[in-house]
């Protein structure tokens, strides 16, 4: 193959169906074929239009592939065939596809990406609205959202953008004709996506996003090294809110517009520690989307948002920090800022730009959770509910037997001082319940009177104090408590990296290094590993994971191996194989092999991707210093 370069690729981009780009990219592959280049049509979708059909008529079409798929079989491009043929210039149409469960990568784009990377040339179209960018605008304006996405870095870095351009009225008139689709799908067409205004908007976006590229001239200009040391660098704050994934998109959106470097935080505070799984999977879902559009991603420790974000914002040079809206209540805002309050009053050169949540969007599709999850989260909150009312009763009972030696006085001081000792165990909540559920309970029982005994000026004080106090003692026992908690959880992830280093450096022969990897892979996610490495010129499986070690693992395996990237379970390429697949490599030298982690469980690894990245590097670090050591004793 044409390894020693890479592919050059070339985007014909509409604003919707119908205005020719499959057959303005079929009449540029024919010009191609005249100049004697070596052409094939990997995938071309005509639906059925003649006039674009006939242009297939000459060129080398290569099978696509069946694939089975819920009782029934449908065709997908067929990767291996055009990487074997291995033309100079690819046709594959319809970059936004989302490829049938079992195909290597998720999406077509990551197809093409593999037939630039093996120095294949492809032609491909797209249309605006799957530019992930561009999902809320568009989704406001029109009321639909797109399901299936491209990451604007293949645009931008795209070798030739060729706009396809067609007048909505022409497009409209084309719909009826049934020139588009069948008149019952033009139909249906013409009242939902494809209205007038709807088609003006697409095209306008596309008009603009095509100059922008026109103006970069895929170059730099005499005098932009200059300009590039004062060039604005934006910084997006985001969380598990699923309003994060508007911050990521407009922030990417104005960095475009301003030619800048962007970056996307996330900040982990004390709190993660009480995050449910849902949101931890929600905030790498964020992370994995602003990597996709092309950011630096950072994670930064810290107690608040503002301060850390200010603190790396100052650091690192940015000039604009984008957030989004609080979402805070307004009561809870009365004594504590919000993240954006306390940033928006610092005094800085540092912009500060808030994005409203109140936009207007599509409604959007809440993930629902598990039912086992939901059940705990009703235990949860039932316990904390009944454990202090509980609590209360079983105080009151005790006291009981002394209703007759002491005073109602006293009973009240008694209640109140219990309070303030509930509020050194309790969580907030169950705080809040038990000084209700004590307050109710005093007056039921031994102080009839209480309103009349508060009014009193001393006692009303001595109550307000003890609340006062116990409120205090209880937020700040909580966030002990918290800070505790993600101490515990970043020590225990360190202990595991040392004592996985010590045993490795112990260990004899790979058999042994992989038996130390499982034992700590057994207590971290209850997984088991398997090592795919070279030997004498062919890869060998070591461990006992026989069963599902079939031809998906085998490719997921050497996809890890030949790119270095991750694949498998839970990435974007061979999603449908049961192990994680991590390569083994140190720095710069070759591959020995990949990592694979099959969970026991039905379960994700995505939240514990980066420490078990950290443990294939300490193992890839220690089969490097043994094969080193291998080769000195030779």
Known sequence: MNQDRRGRLKIFLGYAAGVGKTYSMLEGARQKKAEDVDVVVALAVTHGRKETERLLEGLEIIPTAKIPYKGVELTELDLDAVLLRNPALA??????????????????????????????????????????SFQDPIEQATGV???????????????????????????????????VYVPEQAARAIHKFFKKENLQLLREIALRKTAAIVDTGRGRLPGEAIAAQVAPKLLASIGPSPFSERVIRVTKRLADMLKAEWLVASVETPDMAFRSEEQRRQLLRHLHLAEELGAKVVTLPGESIADTIFAY???????QIILGHSLMPWFKRLWKKSPVDELVRKDSAIDVYVISSNWGGAESVEVQPESPREVRKTFRLFSSVAIPIGLVGL????????SDMLSPTSFAIIYLLSTALAALFLPPLSFYV????????????YVTDIEQWLTQGEPMLFATAILVIGVVVNRLTSKQRRLTAAAVSRHQEMLRLFELSRDLAAASGTEAMLARVNLHLGGLVHAEGVLY?????????????????????????????????????????????????????????????????Y???????????????????????????????GKGER
């Open 91 to 132: 046709i594959v149409d319809e970059l936004a596809h989302t490829n049938v469960p079992g195909s290597r990568h998720i999406k077509r784009y990551m197809d093409v990406e593999e037939l630039l990377g093996a120095g294949i040339d492809v032609y491909t179209t797209l249309n605006i609205q799957h530019l992930e």
């Open 395 to 402: 105080f009151t009972l005790c006291l009981a037997p002394f």
């Open 599 to 629: 969970p026991k469980e039905a379960a994700s690894l995505d939240e514990y991707r980066p420490i078990l990245e950290a443990f294939a590097h300490l193992m890839a670090l220690s089969l490097d210093r043994s094969e080193d050591e």
């Open 313 to 319: 914002a100052k650091e690192h040079g940015v000039t």
């Open 434 to 445: 038990y000084v209700v559920s004590a307050l109710f309970l005093l007056d039921a029982v």
């Open 533 to 597: 490495l070279k030997e004498h010129g062919d890869y060998k499986k070591l461990g006992s994971v026989d069963a599902v070690f079939d031809a998906t693992e085998q490719m997921a395996a050497r996809w890890a191996i030949d790119h270095r990237e991750i694949a498998g379970m839970g990435t974007n390429t061979l999603p449908s194989a049961r192990g994680m697949w991590v390569p083994l490599y140190v720095a710069d030298r070759p591959v020995l092999g990949a990592l694979g982690i």
């Open 145 to 179: 959202a797109v399901r299936e996405r491209v990451p604007d870095r293949i645009l931008d870095v795209a070798d030739e953008v060729e706009l396809v351009d067609l007048a909505p009225e022409e497009l409209l008139e084309r719909l009826r004709q049934g020139k």
